[in-house]
């Protein structure tokens, strides 16, 4: 099954959202494959969010992203990069759809809780980056004939 990288960030930690948040992600059907608290420092910001390194934005966005302890996510399901990027919303939560998680819980273009890979390519790296290989587990849901149908589950 396709696995996707999640971050809470710390806008999720400081408003005490992480349990919101992860109960979404569960009741939709998503495993969670991996899950760690770490902080984050400018390296590891500067390689994961290397698209936006010349923005204006950036410095704020570095200060954002280290204001706290985040926690990242390896999920897992059938088609879970875009099933959790349609999950996330917009990347500026005021324009968010109502229903996804920034649009539900956020009023920022900046503080908007959640980060979620954007294709599988950028999946696999983003997972690579955060996790070493025995921090991810491999293990079956019980309840994945409830969720799936026999076709689905490859
Ligand atoms: P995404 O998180 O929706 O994939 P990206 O364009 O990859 O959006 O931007 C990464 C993060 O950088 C965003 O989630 C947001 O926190 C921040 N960001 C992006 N664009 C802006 C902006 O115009 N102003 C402030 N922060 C921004
Ligand atoms: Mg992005």
Do not use: C, W
């Amino acid at each position: 099954m396709e696995q996707t990288f999640v971050i809470l960030k710390p806008s999720t930690i400081s408003r005490s959202l992480v349990g919101d948040i992860i109960e979404r992600y569960q009741r939709k059907g998503l495993k969670i494959a991996g899950v760690k608290m770490m902080q984050l420092d400018e390296k590891i910001l500067r390689e994961h969010y290397a698209h936006l390194v010349d923005r204006p934005f950036f410095p704020l966005l570095l200060k954002s992203m280290m204001a706290t302890p985040v926690i990242v996510m390896v999920l897992e399901g059938k088609d879970a990069v875009s099933v959790v990027r349609t999950m996330t919303g917009a990347t500026n939560a005021r324009l968010a759809a109502p229903g996804t998680i920034r649009g539900d819980f956020g009023m920022s273009g900046q503080e908007n809780l959640v980060h979620a890979s954007d294709s599988v390519e950028n999946a696999k790296i983003e997972v690579a980056r955060f996790f070493r290989p025995e921090e991810i587990f491999n293990y079956d849901l019980i309840t994945a004939s409830a969720i799936y149908s026999p076709d689905e589950m490859n």
